[in-house]
């Protein structure tokens, strides 16, 4: 067996040396001046400017956000590493108060553009140079009637520091400090969701009893940071005429009410047909009538115990990437070539995995918990999508390069897939075949439905928190409710998992985020089996161009080149019958292999 050893570390030098590097101050003394010089120059004046002049305001302010952009991402990368490092956690701290000073000064500058009239606006965007930002100045406009007074705005950027980012920071500091024991060793929450997924079910289950112990234990906390959160998020929706918790979310990214509601519906009516026929499945191969909640991203008892080394799953990774485009492989070989992913699980890390953008003149950075298992080489494969889209979309400019989160996770989940498939094809074997599909289909459970589990918690939360606060008891109970009813029969959703909830830090950092991951992977299926049917000449340059536009052009629009329509009744429909038809291979293999459980 193959062991995950010698592992890349990220370097984070081309930011900064370090937390002491002088141009930290530099930097920061640059932020303010270009938004003093933004101020001075522009502040009550927008409505006069040229073009010309409106332009060079743009740039300002663009210049502006990418020192911001460069000075905020350091400070967390360099903290989220070491999150035991209390100087660390403090740079972070003091680096966000003072770009959220300086960068009050130039509050007028958005509103400004949002008090013209749409006459006025139009004619700005008929110069050439203005209407390069028209992306970025569009999305600007759609929140005009959210927006409050500058002083208003002013007053909750300064209160965000000690309100809801605080209680996100506290509930960061907390799960990091958590300690879980577990048959005589201690375990951090990262190492703690490698356990989930041993072989051994007597690891699994004292490892899913401690996490919801810990998680009881600390239980109280956590639903008062929760509901202080959230109510946050109510006071802030109600001030700026949200008509529902879900609503600034929706907006930001791009997508109609009606569009989320429409998917959140398809995906609980196949709750029975994917999510408890898959389980019934996997209790059969466990060798039980029902599994537990922690079995439920259990390897199958007769699956290869294969660990990936570190440059085996690069080379995997990048194989299927080469299968699908050499240009999408040449986009990833920067991450192995440079330090930009950070890939052991080490004491004090923030868990589970990310990518994180930067602007164009830097580049992403990764960051993983890899132990070699097959799911961190599909984690690889989805981390890099992530990095390849943002070098891809980063070109339209680095205010233009917004992606909604709807579709920031497309790339992902498409490399995952590819991944997954190039798997697949080397396999000639039935029962290592069942065992890659079962494995997926539990990954795409997780993405497709498990996700919009979570989007229903979250709705019955933020609605029932606006008559009270909500008791440590009643999460819980909501939290028993979506997982039973998204998991079906023959999972087991006791008291042993009743406190879980809080290890979903989506509902903390960003409410209403979950929706994303489900209308991503159905999306993703969509578009994969369109490019299995070949139906769409030269797909995969088409679908990298794709990735270049998601900043700029809205999902609709994007899809319209492969024949997809998301308004269409049966789009999502047509995402999860890809899920169907892998539970109809697992069926039909599953007849064939003759599978024996202690």
């Known amino acids: 067996m193959k062991k995950a050893t010698n592992l890349p570390a990220w370097n984070l030098s081309d930011l900064y040396s370090g937390i002491d590097d002088k141009q930290i101050e530099k930097d920061l003394k640059q932020y303010k001046d270009f938004n003093q010089k933004l101020a001075d120059n522009y502040k009550g004046k927008v409505a006069r400017l040229s073009a010309d002049e409106f332009y060079q305001a743009v740039q300002l302010y663009e210049k502006a956000s990418v020192v911001a952009s460069k000075l905020g991402i ?54 050439e140079k203005v209407a390069y930002y028209k992306p970025w100045l569009s999305k600007v406009r759609i929140f005009k009637p959210y927006e409050l007074r500058e002083d208003m705005e002013a007053l909750l950027a300064d209160k965000a520091l000690t309100s809801g980012g605080a209680w996100v920071r506290l509930y960061d500091e907390t799960s990091s400090k958590l300690k879980y024991h577990v048959l005589g060793k201690e375990y951090n929450d990262a190492e703690l969701s490698k356990l989930l997924q041993d072989k051994d079910p007597k ?22 940071i929760y509901n202080m959160i959230v109510k946050d ?27 989320v509601d429409a998917l959140a519906q398809a995906v609980r009516a196949k709750y029975s047909s994917i999510s408890e026929r898959f389980y019934k499945l ?79 003149k830097f580049h992403p950075y990764l960051m993983l918990n890899f132990v070699g298992k097959q799911n961190d080489v599909l984690t690889l494969a989805h981390e890099l999508g992530h990095g390849c889209h943002m070098r891809l979309s980063a070109k339209q400019g680095d205010l233009n390069d917004d992606t909604p989160l709807t579709l920031a996770e ?96 989506h509902f903390f950092h960003s409410p ?11 999306l993703v299926n969509s578009l994969y089996q369109v490019y299995r049917e ?39 429909d047509k995402g999860l019958s890809l899920i169907e038809e892998y539970i109809e291979e697992l069926e039909r293999l599953d007849k064939k292999v003759c599978i024996m459980v202690d």
């Open 410 to 505: 497309v790339a992902s989940v498409f490399a995952e897939m590819l991944t997954f498939q190039s798997l697949l094809k080397k396999l000639d074997d039935n029962q290592a075949k069942l065992c890659l599909i079962a494995s997926k289909v539990n990954d795409m459970i997780n993405t497709a439905l498990r996700q919009i589990a979570f989007h229903f918690f979250e709705t019955k939360v933020h609605a029932e928190r606006k008559n009270g606060e909500l008791s440590e008891e009643r999460i819980a109970e909501i939290w028993l409710e979506v997982m039973r009813e998204s998991l079906g029969k023959y999972v087991i959703v006791d008291d042993d998992s009743k406190y879980i909830w809080p290890i979903v830090s």
């Open 74 to 127: 350091f400070a967390y990368l360099n903290m989220v590493t070491q999150m035991k490092n209390k100087e660390a956690v403090a740079f972070y701290q003091n680096i966000n108060e003072k770009l959220t000073e300086s960068g009050k000064i130039a509050i007028f500058f958005t509103l400004e553009i949002n008090a013209l009239s749409d006459k006025a606006f139009q004619a700005l965007l008929k110069n």
């Open 534 to 572: 070949g139906s769409v000449p030269d797909f995969a340059d088409k679908y990298l161009h794709m990735l270049s536009e998601t900043g700029v052009k809205r999902y609709d629009e994007l899809l319209k080149p492969f024949g997809l329509d998301a308004h269409d009744k049966g789009f999502w």
């Open 233 to 259: 998020k109510s006071i802030s929706d109600e001030k700026r005429g949200f008509k529902s918790p879900i609503a600034s979310r929706n907006l930001d990214n791009m997508v109609e009410d009606e569009v």
């Open 282 to 360: 996997k209790a059969k191969w466990l060798g039980k009538k029902k599994i537990q909640y922690w079995d439920r991203n259990a390897p199958l008892p007769f699956a290869d115990d294969k660990l990936y080394s570190w440059d085996e799953s690069v080379q995997l990774v990048l194989n299927a990437y080469q299968e699908f485009s050499p240009k999408l492989k040449k986009t990833a070989e920067p991450f192995f070539a440079h330090d930009w992913i950070d890939v052991p699980p080490r004491d004090g890390k923030r868990s589970g995995a990310f990518a994180m953008p930067m602007p164009e």
């Open 203 to 224: 690891v699994r289950e004292a490892a899913g009893k401690e996490m919801n112990r810990v998680n009881k234990e600390n239980g109280e906390l956590f639903t008062f």
């Open 512 to 522: 209403f985020y979950v929706y994303a991951y489900s209308f991503a992977d159905c």
